[in-house]
């Protein structure tokens, strides 16, 4: 085990001693290696380890949070408590009674879980290097006419220790590997660039990457990014569209997963990041019966599978919507103190030198029972929209619009297929009651897609999840932003 968990226990001893009403820590492990291979030359690779603890304290109704990096002796995590306390203390003496933290109960675990992987990517780099090369070689292969002006394809691993332990009595080890690779591609010609990218892998070892045809995906890149270069503008035109489930992981994300999350529901965030355009409608209708969508935690194989969250709640699947109807939020003990509802295991840190924020772990709209073909065949004119780039949301995530990798035009119940059907530089734009009111069909075929670069908190906490869903018709507008 590569964590102490005597320092963690004795800095819980230690923060009560002082006086703190709740304490808990993480002590994290963390390695990584990555590698980037620019046009087939490897720009580099790099490699890191970092290990240390993050103390948080109540006191007084109030946060305080310290972290270490490296701890190395008993003295030294007692003054990061110490620091912890006084911080809190300073804050707690000027709240009024009706702003201090409450934290809702919680059932306490003593656990150990290994999110297991097949194939140890730390051990296998070299595979994983020669995996690298051969999607560069198929992007290559690709290019007859010498129309691609940039290969870039980036891969690696993060391996991740995580003991978490509270003054309730929790005490649970965590342990977990990412692999990852995103591949871009950009064809140019004359004036024109156009950029197709991909992001591939999961919470597993190497395994993750071998199981995704990343050859065969490689090389669908590189054709379609050559085949914009002679694709035309879309006009602009509301109209039926189907999103792809990578596409449909963005609009989750950005439309429906944050403002699930409670603390932009109360508004908490509304100076840096906004608020929550269903704030105060649980129980009401926000879109069509069509429309359901969950955060789970325990997907097997996704960025943001986990079985605790950083609170040491139990994860398991978290209801937002049903049937069209707003029912759920995600949480922390804090924010469900609020709701008195139960925690969820919503909260989640970067890393341990964080405080822990509530957090998108797995959030997707669920599949129904259409196939792709059905939804197809029913549209007599709208647009097949592929891929995500780009989002920009209004602060309440109300109004939105999202570029896309490309569309392809849906004529008389098919879609146009080669050049003459491809659309590029495409956004998509909606506003969230008119959308989700809209949606009319979802396939049985859904995807979980992997989220590398979440962006929340102050200071700015990056953090990976999992997105997705099925292929959803639905009312949107689509226009291009270049002539």
């Given at each position: ?226 085949m914009l270069l002679d694709a035309k503008p879309a006009r602009e035109d509301k109209a039926t569209v189907i999103m ?240």
């Amino acid at each position: 085990m590569s964590v102490d968990e005597d320092l963690a226990a004795m800095a819980i001893r230690h923060a009560l001693t002082l006086g703190a009403s709740y304490a808990d820590t993480r002590y994290e492990y963390r390695e990584s290696r990555w590698l980037l291979l620019d046009d087939a030359k490897i720009e580099h690779i790099a490699y890191s380890t970092e290990r240390g603890m993050g103390i948080r304290v109540l006191v007084d109704g109030t946060w305080g949070f310290y972290a270490i990096t490296e701890p190395s002796s008993s003295d030294e995590v007692r003054d990061g408590v110490e620091k912890a306390f006084k911080l809190a203390k300073g804050s707690g003496a000027r709240l009024k009674d009706r702003d201090k933290v409450r934290l809702a109960d919680m059932k306490v675990y003593r656990d150990k879980v290994g999110i297991g992987f097949k194939k140890d990517t730390r051990e296998m780099f070299d595979e994983l290097l020669r995996l690298t090369k051969d999607v560069d070689d198929a992007v290559k292969s690709i290019d007859k006419e010498r129309r691609i002006h940039r290969r870039s394809i980036s891969a690696g691993y993060d391996y991740v220790e995580k003991l978490f332990v509270s003054s309730d009595g929790s005490n649970i080890l965590q342990s977990y590997m990412d692999s990852v690779m995103s591949i871009s591609v950009t064809a140019h010609e004359g004036s024109l660039n156009e950029t197709v990218s991909r992001t591939e892998g999961g919470r597993g070892g190497l395994e993750v990457l071998e199981s995704t045809d990343v050859i065969a995906i490689a090389s669908s890149i590189a054709s379609n990014a050559i085949m914009l270069l002679d694709a035309k503008p879309a006009r602009e035109d509301k109209a039926t569209v189907i999103m792809d489930p990578d596409f449909v992981a963005l609009l989750t994300h950005e439309i429906l997963g944050h403002p699930s999350e409670a603390d932009r529901v109360l508004g908490y965030e509304m100076a840096w990041a906004g608020g929550a355009w269903w704030a105060g409608m649980l129980g009401k209708r926000i879109g069509s019966e069509m429309l359901n969508v969950s955060d789970d935690p325990t997907i097997a194989g996704s960025l943001g599978h986990y079985m605790y969250d950083d609170e040491g709640v139990k994860a398991s699947e978290k209801v937002l919507v049903r049937d069209g109807v707003l029912v759920g939020h995600m949480h922390s003990r804090e924010t469900a103190s609020l709701f008195n509802v139960e925690p969820n295991a919503g909260m989640r840190a970067t890393g341990y030198e964080f405080i822990p924020l509530i957090r998108m772990a797995c959030t997707y709209i669920k599949p129904l029972d259409y196939s792709i073909e059905e939804m197809i065949k029913d549209v007599r004119h709208g647009y097949m929209i592929h891929g995500q780039k780009v989002p920009s949301i209004d602060m309440y995530r109300y109004n939105w619009s999202i570029s896309c990798q490309y569309a392809r035009r849906i004529e008389d119940g098919e879609v146009v297929e080669g050049p003459s059907g491809m659309l590029r530089d495409v956004i998509v734009m909606g506003n969230a009651p008119e959308f989700f009111a809209s949606i009319d069909a979802c396939s049985k075929h859904y995807e979980i897609r992997p989220i590398l670069n979440c962006g929340k908190g102050d200071p700015m906490q990056t953090l990976r999840m999992g997105n997705g869903g099925p292929y959803v018709r639905a009312i949107a507008t689509v226009k291009s932003v270049a002539g």
